[in-house]
């Protein structure tokens, strides 16, 4: 047969794809997790805190440590007037020094 082609399309080439999918693989093994696993560790370190200290609700803690995670570390005016307004202000302070040390590595 002239135009008998079919042996080029029996098996397609899938290089890039496969490339591709390693690149996804290497960047989830070498980056995301340690980077998860290491947010993971902080968020429990803090939990640890405020459960020690000020005895928060499991949802209050994530909702605080958000609110740091927002402000860079520190809790707007808005969240220690509404949500966090049973907290004084030195232990907004304290509060925001701990997430500093534990999230930020230091002052």
Do not use: W
Request: glycine share 4%.
């Amino acid at each position: 047969m002239l135009n008998d082609t079919l042996d080029l399309y029996r098996y397609f080439d899938a290089t890039k794809q496969a490339e591709f999918l390693y690149r996804c693989v290497k960047e989830t093994i070498e980056h995301t997790i340690p980077e998860e696993v290491s947010y993971l560790e902080k968020y429990d370190r803090m939990k640890q805190y405020l459960d020690n200290y000020f005895e928060m609700p499991d949802k209050t803690v994530a909702l605080l440590v958000r609110s740091l995670e927002q402000g860079n570390g520190t809790l707007s005016e808005r969240a220690k007037t509404k949500e966090f307004k049973e907290l004084s202000e030195k232990e907004v302070e304290e509060i925001q020094t701990k997430y500093s040390e534990v999230f930020m590595g230091g002052i």
